[in-house]
C-alpha cells in the first residue's frame, strides 16, 4: 500500500504543478484579449476622472498652464445666474419629458402588441425616427414649430385654435422641444414591446379564471412583469434628458444665431459645452461636469431606492 | 437568446413536437409553451377591440411618418413654397440638390462620415469582440470585479471626461483631424463588450477546448472559432455604432474646425448657422441637405431591422 502512495504523490505534484502553470498562462491570454480595454478604461476613463477632478480645482483656459484656485470655480457656479437658469431649464424639460416618454411608448407598445400580424410594419415606422440624425430633428423642430406658417399650428389652426410661436417665445419653447422629443420613442416602445411578448399567457388565463376583469388584469399580472423593462427606460431616458444637448443646440445656439434670445433652450450641458469650448473655461466647465454627474447619481439613486419597492423582478424571493 | 444559438432546432420543430403534456413544473417551460403559442397565433388577436387598435395604429403611424414625407416633399419645392405644407410640391424642382451641391462640400462632408463610420464600427466590432471573448471564455481572479468595472463606465456621463479628453487629443496635435472621432473605439465599448460576451457565453463551449486539444493557439481559437460563431452579436454591435458614428454631432462640434473636415451633422449645423437664422432664410437648403443626411440612416435600419430590433431589446431586458 505505502509503496503505491509513494509512487503517486510525485505524480500528484507534478499534475498540480502543471495546472497552475497552465491557469498562469491562461490569465496571461485573458490579460492579452482584455488589453484594448484596459489600455482605453486607463487613459480615456481613469485618467480623465482624475484629472478632471483637479481641472475643476484650477483656472484653466488650454493656453496657460492650469492655475489651482481651490474650490473657487464651484462657489462661482452657485452665483452664476445661467447656471441657475440652465439648471432649471433642465430640471423642466426632464421632469416633464420623461413621463410622457414613457406614456407614449407605453401607448404605442400596448398597441402594437395587439396588433397581430401587421405589428412589424408599425412598429418600424414608429422606429424609424430613432434614426434620424439629431441635428435634423432640431432642423425639423424649426420648421414644424414655425409660428407662422408651420405645420403644428397649421393643423392647429384647423381647429380654430391660434398655436403659439413654439421657436421664438420662451415660455412655449421647452414645451415645443419637449413634443419634438416624442417623436424618437422608438427605442423604448421596442423594450416595452418585448417585455409585454414575455407575459405568459398562462398568467392572464389564470388571472381571468380568478375573475380579473381587463384593468385588474393590467394592473395586477402586466404592470409587475413589465416593471423591469418600465424601471429601465426611466432610468435611461432621465440619464439622457438631464444631459439633452444635440436637438436644442441646433436650433437655438452656435454661431449663426443673432436673432433672438435662446436663454429657454439653455439646457445644462449646451452652458457646459460653451463654457469648454467656447470660453475656454476648462476649470469652471469641469467643476459643472461633476455637479451634473452628482446630480445624475442622485436621482438615479433615488429611483433604484424607489424602484425596490415598486418594480418586480421574476426569479427573486416571493414567488 | 437560444433562437440564435448555431445548434439549436429550426423553428419548425415547434410544431413538429408534441406539446409538453402533464403539469408545468418550470418557468422556462411556461415561457415555451407561450412562445410556441404566440407562433401559432391564439384567438386572441380577433379581439373585437382589433379595428379600433388598428385604426389608431394607422393614425399614429400618419404622424410619425409625416415629418418624413414633409421633409422630402419640402425637399424639392422652390424656396417659396417650402412652408406650403403641401404634400405635393405644386412646383417640382430638382434645383435644391443642384443648390445645395454647390454651396456647401457636401461630397466631401458625406466621405469624411462615411471614413468616420466604417473606422469607427468595424474597430469598436473588433475590439469589443476581443475584450468581450477574454471575460466569456478565460476564467481568473478579478474577473467580476474587472467586468462590473466595464458595466460602470455604461453609467458614467459622457461631459465628465469629455474635457480631460480633449486635452488628450490636443496634446497630440489630432484636434482638427478626423481621428478623435473613431480612434477611442480601438479600445472597446462597454455595451458592445456586454452584448457579444452574453452572446458567446451562449456558445457551446466543448468546441472551443476541442480546438484547443487539436492545437489552434489561443489566438486561433477566438480569432478561427468563436468570432465566425458570433457574428449574429458583431453585427449588432456593428450597426449600432453606424448609427451612432454617422450621427453624432457633439464630437463633431469640439474636434473639427475647418469645413473640408466637418462630418454630415457638424455641416449640417454650419448650414443652419449660414442659411437658416445667419439672415439669408434659405430652408429650401438645409431641408434638402437634412434629406441626404438622413437617407443612409433609413438604409442601414432596412438592412439591419433585426440586428437593431434584437440590440435595443437585449439592452432593455438584460441592462
Known amino acids: 500500500m505505502s509503496a503505491v502512495d509513494a509512487s503517486r504523490v510525485p505524480a500528484t505534484v507534478d499534475r498540480a504543478r502543471s495546472r497552475r502553470r497552465a491557469r498562469r498562462r491562461n490569465s496571461r ?3 492579452l484579449f482584455l488589453s484594448p480595454w484596459l489600455i482605453g478604461f486607463g487613459v480615456f476613463t481613469a485618467w480623465p476622472l482624475i484629472y478632471s477632478v483637479y481641472l475643476s480645482l484650477t483656472d484653466y483656459d488650454v493656453i496657460n498652464d492650469p492655475h489651482f484656485i481651490g474650490g473657487q470655480n464651484y462657489v462661482e457656479l452657485f452665483q452664476d445666474p445661467k447656471i441657475a437658469l440652465a439648471l432649471g431649464n433642465t430640471l423642466f424639460f426632464t421632469v416633464i419629458q420623461v413621463p410622457l416618454h414613457v406614456l407614449v411608448a407605453l401607448v404605442l407598445a400596448l398597441l402594437l402588441n395587439r396588433a397581430g400580424r401587421s405589428a412589424g410594419v408599425f412598429r418600424t415606422i414608429f422606429y424609424l425616427p430613432k434614426m434620424t440624425p439629431p441635428v435634423a430633428v432640431g432642423i425639423l423642430f ?3 414649430f414655425n409660428g407662422q406658417n408651420g405645420l403644428i399650428n397649421t393643423v392647429l389652426g384647423w381647429f380654430g385654435i391660434t398655436g403659439p410661436a413654439w421657436t421664438t417665445d420662451p415660455a412655449w419653447v421647452k414645451p415645443g422641444l419637449i413634443l419634438m422629443s416624442l417623436w424618437t420613442v422608438g427605442a423604448s416602445v421596442i423594450i416595452l414591446l418585448a417585455a409585454l411578448q414575455n407575459v405568459p ?8 379564471l380568478d375573475g380579473a376583469g381587463f384593468w385588474r388584469q393590467s394592473m395586477s399580472v402586466t404592470l409587475p412583469m413589465i416593471s423591469p423593462a418600465l424601471f429601465f427606460i426611466i432610468v435611461i431616458n432621465t440619464i439622457g434628458a438631464l444631459q439633452t444637448f444635440d436637438e436644442a443646440y441646433t436650433a437655438f445656439f452656435g454661431s449663426g444665431n443673432t436673432t433672438y434670445s435662446n436663454d429657454a433652450a439653455l439646457f445644462y450641458v449646451i452652458y457646459l459645452f460653451q463654457q469648454a469650448f467656447e470660453f475656454l473655461h476648462m476649470g ?12 445624475i447619481m442622485a436621482v438615479t439613486a433615488v429611483q433604484l431606492i424607489v424602484s425596490r419597492r415598486l418594480v418586480y423582478y421574476e426569479g427573486e424571493t416571493d414567488r | 437568446m437560444t433562437h440564435a444559438l448555431p445548434h439549436s432546432a429550426p423553428d419548425g420543430d415547434y410544431e413538429m413536437d408534441p406539446l409538453p403534456s402533464g403539469p408545468l413544473t418550470t418557468i422556462a417551460e411556461v415561457r415555451e409553451r407561450a412562445e410556441s403559442r404566440g407562433r401559432l397565433r391564439p384567438e386572441r388577436h380577433r379581439h373585437p377591440m382589433r379595428w379600433l387598435i388598428m385604426a389608431a395604429l394607422v393614425v399614429l403611424s400618419v404622424v410619425f411618418a409625416y415629418p418624413f414625407i414633409w421633409l422630402i416633399s419640402a425637399s424639392f419645392k422652390p424656396r417659396s413654397d417650402v412652408f406650403d405644407n403641401r404634400l405635393i410640391p405644386q412646383t417640382f424642382t430638382f434645383d435644391n440638390y443642384v443648390t445645395v451641391w454647390q454651396q456647401a462640400p457636401l461630397a466631401l462632408w458625406l466621405v469624411n462620415t462615411v471614413v468616420v463610420t466604417a473606422l469607427a464600427a468595424v474597430t469598436v466590432t473588433l475590439s469589443s469582440a476581443m475584450v468581450a471573448w477574454g471575460f466569456a471564455y478565460f476564467r481568473f481572479r478579478g474577473r467580476g470585479f474587472l467586468f462590473g468595472l466595464v458595466l460602470a463606465t455604461m453609467m458614467l456621463p459622457g461631459a465628465v471626461t469629455m474635457i480631460p479628453t480633449f486635452l488628450i487629443w490636443n496634446a497630440l496635435g489630432m484636434v482638427g483631424t478626423l481621428v478623435p472621432l473613431w480612434a477611442q473605439n480601438l479600445f472597446g465599448s462597454a455595451f458592445y463588450i456586454f452584448l457579444i460576451r452574453q452572446f458567446m457565453l451562449a456558445l457551446p463551449r466543448d468546441l472551443f477546448d476541442a480546438a484547443r486539444v487539436d492545437g489552434a493557439s489561443q489566438w486561433a481559437v477566438f480569432w478561427r472559432v468563436a ?4 457574428r449574429p452579436a458583431l453585427a449588432v454591435a456593428l450597426i449600432f455604432e453606424v448609427q451612432a458614428s454617422w450621427t453624432d454631432l457633439m464630437r463633431a462640434l469640439i474636434y473639427l474646425r475647418d469645413d473640408t473636415t466637418f462630418t454630415v451633422p457638424r455641416g449640417l449645423k454650419s448650414l443652419v448657422d449660414a442659411f437658416g437664422f445667419g439672415g439669408e432664410w434659405h430652408w429650401e437648403i438645409i431641408v434638402t441637405a437634412s434629406v441626404i443626411a438622413t437617407v443612409p440612416m433609413i438604409v442601414v435600419f432596412f438592412l439591419g431591422q433585426r440586428q437593431i430590433v434584437h440590440g435595443v431589446s437585449a439592452g432593455g431586458i438584460k441592462g
Do not use: C
Open chain 1, 29 to 31: 491570454s485573458a490579460l
Open chain 1, 142 to 144: 424649426l420648421l414644424l
Open chain 1, 201 to 208: 399567457d398562462e398568467l392572464y388565463e389564470s388571472a381571468r
Open chain 1, 284 to 295: 469652471y466647465a469641469s467643476a459643472m461636469a461633476w455637479v451634473l454627474f452628482a446630480l
Open chain 2, 227 to 230: 468570432l465566425p460563431l458570433s
